[in-house]
């Protein structure tokens, strides 16, 4: 009979689980990656599982994005941090945002969505693409 229990218990999680429905991704889906484009550069962004909203949202489920604009990754366990040269900050919620100041050449743009704390999501939520600006 505990065994019986305990099994029963052990998939009450799983259950919660699988109503939470499928993970959080992020898609860049503007610039296309390997694309060559004119400046100013649109990225758009599209989001499931999760959803977008300004960084002053608590409630779970909700995140903001993030651009790291020819910039690596900062560590995944700390706030992103403000006032960093190619680090945004999309805090109200936005799904766009032109790049107007990117030079002629190669670049990487890296997507990721963070909680209201500017902590990215765990599972990590990311996307990356390369683009040229002629």
Same mark, same amino acid.
């Given at each position: 009979?505990?065994?019986?229990?305990?099994?029963?218990?052990?998939?009450?999680?799983?259950?919660?689980?699988?109503?939470?429905?499928? +993970?959080?991704?992020?898609?860049? /889906?503007? +610039?296309?990656?390997g694309?060559?484009?004119?400046?100013? @550069?649109?990225?758009?962004?599209?989001? /499931?599982? @999760?959803?977008? @909203? +300004?960084?002053?949202?608590? $409630? %779970?489920?909700?995140?903001?994005?993030?651009?790291?604009?020819d910039?690596?990754?900062t %560590?995944?366990?700390?706030?992103?941090?403000?006032?960093?040269?190619?680090i945004?900050?999309?805090?109200?919620?936005?799904t766009?945002? @032109?790049?107007?100041?990117?030079? %002629?050449?190669?670049? $990487?743009?890296?997507?990721?969505?963070?909680?209201?704390?500017?902590?990215?999501?765990? %599972?990590?939520?990311v996307? /990356?693409?390369?683009? /040229?600006v002629?």
């Open positions: 009979m505990l065994a019986l229990t305990l099994g029963i218990l052990a998939c009450v999680p799983c259950a919660a689980q699988a109503q939470a429905g499928k +993970p959080a991704k992020v898609k860049i /889906t503007a +610039p296309a990656n694309a060559t484009v004119s400046g100013p @550069v649109k990225v758009t962004l599209q989001a /499931t599982g @999760v959803e977008i @909203v +300004p960084a002053t949202d608590e $409630r %779970p489920g909700t995140g903001h994005h993030h651009l790291f604009v910039h690596d990754l %560590p995944l366990t700390d706030t992103i941090p403000r006032g960093v040269t190619g945004l900050h999309l805090g109200r919620g936005q766009e945002f @032109v790049l107007d100041s990117l030079k %002629p050449g190669p670049h $990487r743009v890296i997507a990721v969505v963070a909680d209201w704390k500017h902590v990215p999501l765990k %599972p990590l939520v996307d /990356t693409v390369r683009f /040229t002629k």
